[in-house]
């Protein structure tokens, strides 16, 4: 065997892959009839709460004659139970988390067979138990808003099946974040290699042809780990083809209705453990929408810095056939682009990420850091909610008797 089983594994994905079991989103065994069996089992709970959901038989925010807000719930529920659907049957029918696992040990061992470099088990371990730590405090703060509400308000049915198909699309985001983070160390390993490299080419400038040529052999081993590496990566995109652009597009959109919906419970008068739960759940989208994009802004900036290095390098002008060889990598890393993109609609970074939320009103910046494109992001979602709000006061102003069956209605709940 060419790798230690479990032990990348257990550094990174244990922990994410107990919570897929364990929220019966993935079949114990691989088998046929197990996968079968989940399918008809999620369908079954979907439709069971679709026609439970479009019945109205539960408590809301808003009033029940308020149309926009009425359409905008609505579709927030079916987006999401979408997003569930598209997520749990990527997972039961065309999960690749074995196979990206086994690419990634295969990188592990030629980098510690080829050169001598281990990589740095201890650093996977602490970027992905801290991306886990991110998951397991959001579906907790998550959870305890769903019992606080449960306990003070009549809407405990409606958040106790929403919390479920949430912490699934936590969950999703999560993982794409922990392998994003595997490549981004695995890239920091082999920048190390070939920072090691180009120091071996100087110090054998002038020595004899043999110990030159093990040299140029081992930057012939190099291009084959990036082109492996690259390789994992759009595996990866495959594996997360359809469920990240659906989660990531329901998150845009939730990030930007979900104040909209803080600003109709102020304005109905209901109970303020709502809001809370609706900036609870703003809060963990955001962070979580941010993550995976600085994560693989990261990755993007040390090919950059990789292929700037190789290209760069001035050793021994005079072999073409070493010269070739930098060349070589420096081109495959200029055509082999190591940015993840989702379902190949959307290329995951804070430059998109800016782009996407501020396709109403265009603000250029030209920094490379994340505030710059925090700022797009966060106005693009304000011109969004004051557009929301502003069409709901002017069907307010345009339906008197609604004000007037709003104002009863909160007298009635007094």
Not at 161 to 176: D, G, N, T
Not at 232 to 261: C, G, H, M, Q
């Amino acid at each position: 065997m060419w790798h230690v089983p479990g032990e990348l594994h257990a550094a990174s994905l244990r922990c994410i892959s107990r919570l897929k079991l364990w929220l019966l989103l993935l079949p114990p065994h691989p088998v046929l009839q197990l996968r079968l069996l989940y399918t008809v089992s999620l369908l079954s709970y979907l439709v069971f709460i679709l026609h439970w959901r479009f019945s109205f038989n539960y408590g809301v925010v808003y009033n029940r004659n308020d149309s926009f807000s009425r359409v905008v719930d609505l579709l927030n529920f079916v987006t999401l139970t979408a997003a569930h659907l598209a997520v749990a049957m990527e997972l039961i029918w065309r999960d690749r988390s074995e196979q990206i696992e086994q690419q990634l040990e295969r990188v592990r061992y030629v980098l510690r067979v080829q050169f001598g470099q281990k990589v740095n088990m201890l650093r996977v371990h602490r970027y992905c138990r801290s991306i886990n730590s991110i998951l397991l405090i959001c579906c907790l703060m998550l959870l305890l808003m769903t019992i606080y509400n449960n306990l003070v308000t009549n809407m405990s049915r409606l958040l106790v099946y929403a919390f479920y198909s949430e912490v699934i699309l936590l969950l999703r985001l999560s993982e794409f974040s922990v392998f994003a983070v595997l490549i981004l160390v695995f890239y920091m390993e082999l920048t190390e290699v070939s920072r090691r490299l180009i120091l071996e080419l100087d110090k054998t400038r002038y020595e004899v042809s043999s110990l030159r040529r093990l040299s140029l052999e081992r930057l012939y081993v190099l291009q084959h780990l990036l082109g492996l590496l690259w390789n994992t990566v759009r595996l990866i995109e495959r594996n997360f083809a359809l469920s990240l652009i659906v989660v990531l597009l329901k998150y845009f959109v939730d990030i930007s209705v979900l104040p909209y919906w803080m600003f109709i419970n102020n304005y109905n008068h209901v109970d303020i453990s709502t809001t809370y739960y609706c900036a609870t759940e703003e809060s963990c989208k955001l962070l979580l929408t941010f993550l995976p994009s600085y994560i693989c802004t990261r990755c993007e900036q040390m090919q950059r810095q990789l292929r700037s290095t190789l290209h760069g390098v001035a050793t021994d002008r005079h072999n073409a056939q070493l010269n070739t060889a930098l060349y070589r990598i420096s081109a495959q890393l200029g055509q082999e682009s190591f940015r993840f993109s989702a379902g190949g609609l959307m290329v995951i970074n804070n430059e998109s990420l800016g782009k996407v939320s501020v396709s109403t009103y265009q603000i250029n910046f030209k920094a490379a850091s994340l505030f710059p494109f925090l700022l797009q992001f966060i106005f693009g979602m304000i011109s969004y909610i004051i557009i929301c709000i502003q069409f709901r006061l002017a069907l307010i102003d345009n339906n008197p008797e609604e004000v007037a069956q709003s104002f009863v209605t909160v007298a009635l709940r007094r």
